[in-house]
Nanobody, 117 residues
C-alpha cells in the first residue's frame, strides 16, 4: 500500500504563489509515477503535472510555465510549486501515485486552493 497526505493549500491572491506538499509512505519503492490533479466545483478531475521515477515530467498546457513539480526523495515528499496563480486555478488539488505491477492508483485526501482577491 501507498499512503499520500497533502498539505499547503489555502487562500491566495491572483498573481501570488503557493506550494503544496505530498508526503508519501508505505510501499514507496514500488512507485513509478507521481503527480498532481485538481478538481474545480462542478468539473471533472483533471491532470496537472506528473513526474516519473526517472525524473521525466509531463505538464498540462493550462499550467505550463507557472507550475513545477520538485521533489525531495530524502523526505519522501513531492511538491507542487504554483506561481502566477489565476482564479481559474481554484480547485481541490490531489496527489496521486501509480505503483506496483498492476499500476494501482493511490490518492491523497485533497487540499483546497482558492485564488481570489
Amino acid at each position: 500500500q501507498v499512503q499520500l497526505v497533502e498539505s499547503g493549500g489555502g487562500l491566495v491572491q491572483p498573481g501570488g504563489s503557493l506550494r503544496l506538499s505530498c508526503a508519501r509512505s508505505g510501499s514507496i519503492l514500488s512507485i513509478y509515477v507521481m503527480g498532481w490533479y485538481r478538481q474545480a466545483p462542478g468539473k471533472q478531475r483533471e491532470f496537472v503535472e506528473t513526474i516519473t521515477v526517472g525524473g521525466i515530467t509531463n505538464v498540462a498546457d493550462t499550467v505550463k510555465g507557472r507550475f513545477t513539480i520538485p521533489r525531495d526523495n530524502a523526505k519522501n515528499t513531492l511538491y507542487l510549486q504554483m506561481n502566477s496563480l489565476k482564479p481559474e486555478d481554484t480547485a481541490v488539488y490531489y496527489c496521486n501515485a501509480v505503483w506496483g505491477p498492476n499500476s494501482i492508483n493511490s490518492w491523497g485526501q485533497g487540499t483546497q486552493v482558492t485564488v481570489s482577491s
